[in-house]
């Protein structure tokens, strides 16, 4: 599976983005499915994601409340709806995939994950 993120944008902080993750050669219902994000400097981190299988979703303690994931599986998509985004939201954020689920205790793990998409630049700044 090929996968493209978009959606990114310079942002006011209180304001919202969706990000999507379009996916391309198969169907993304058959995958677990997470976003990352990567700051300047700072490591990847994880931010949610929905598994495969029960459409479980998981978020990062950073963003819970204010980020949702979400599946359009006619549009093959997966989506990051950001609301109330802050100045630390900033970051480049990519999707990917797991055709493994993946396991709970690995949802986090950006190793579970092998399929990438290109990331998608937010930026959060007055």
């Known amino acids: 599976v090929q996968l493209q993120a978009s959606g990114g944008g310079l942002v006011q902080p209180g304001a919202s983005l969706r990000l999507s993750c379009a996916a391309s050669?198969?169907?993304?219902?058959?995958?677990?499915v997470a976003w990352f994000r990567q700051a300047p400097g700072k490591e990847r981190e994880f931010v949610a994601a929905v598994r495969r299988s029960g459409g479980h979703t998981y978020y990062a303690d950073s963003v819970k409340g204010r980020f949702t994931i979400s599946r359009d599986n006619a549009e093959n998509a997966v989506y990051l709806q950001m609301n109330n985004l802050k100045p630390e939201d900033t970051a480049v954020y990519s999707c990917a995939a797991s055709p493994t689920g993946p396991i709970l205790s690995a949802v986090r793990d950006p190793q579970s994950y092998i399929h990438w998409g290109q990331g998608t630049l937010v930026t959060v700044s007055s």
């Open positions: 050669g198969r169907s993304l219902s058959t995958y677990g």
